[in-house]
Each structure stands twice: as C-alpha cells, then as structure tokens.
Nanobody
Framework: VQLVESGGGLVQPGGSLRLSCAAS????????MSWVRQAPGSGLEWVAS????????KYADSVKGRFTISRDNAKNTLYLQMNSLKSEDTAVYYC???????????????WGQGTRVTVSS
C-alpha cells in the first residue's frame, strides 16, 4: 500500500487549497477512503470519509460545509477541497483506507509523509 499526499502549502485565512492523494499497491476502487490530520502537538483527527463509488460522504463537524472529499477511481486519486480555511485547520494531512474515526487507530508505520497545510496571515 502506498499513499502519497500532495497539495499542501501556506494560505491566508479564508483561502482555499486542494489536496490530492495518489494511491497504489491496492485496488483503490474497492476501498472506502478518508482524510485525517494532525495539528502540531496533537493526535490524529479524522476529517472526512468517502464511499467506494464516491456517492456517500461524511465529515467532521469542524470542517462540514467548508471541505469536500472526492475521488477519481480511474486515476486512483483521492481529493480534499478545502475552502474558507481557518488557522485551526493548520495541520499535516494524511489519506487512509477506511471509513470514519477508526482509521485514526492505524499504526504509525501505516502513514505516508502527509502534506502540510499552514493557515496564517
């Protein structure tokens, strides 16, 4: 399993970013997928999940209405569109197989390098 996140960067409050996760080593379309994040000094926080076909999504209350998770099974890629960014969204963002908060219990060696998002003026 290889998950490679990209698209992070420095953005001002109120701005937008689109994160990508390139998946390989498994049948991407057979897995529910999620985004999680880790803020400085904090543990992993589940952000959003999407069903195998992309027709069902779920969001943490902290991002609902601002973030949109999507996927392109033909490209084996997961996305996270982040709008109206706030300073509290500052974190390293990771993608993972699975649905819901349980994905945060995966062992440390499961996770890729993540992509860092910094929201600051």
């Amino acid at each position: 399993v290889q998950l490679v996140e990209s698209g992070g960067g420095l953005v001002q409050p109120g701005g937008s970013l689109r994160l990508s996760c390139a998946a390989s080593g498994f049948i991407f379309s057979s897995y529910q997928m999620s985004w999680v994040r880790q803020a400085p000094g904090s543990g992993l926080e589940w952000v959003a999940s999407i069903s195998k076909a992309g027709d069902n999504t779920k969001y943490a209350d902290s991002v609902k209405g601002r973030f949109t998770i999507s996927r392109d099974n033909a490209k084996n890629t997961l996305y996270l569109q982040m709008n109206s960014l706030k300073s509290e969204d500052t974190a390293v963002y990771y993608c993972a197989q699975g649905w819901g908060i349980v994905v945060t219990t995966r062992p440390p060696d499961y996770w890729g390098q993540g992509t860092r998002v910094t929201v600051s003026s």
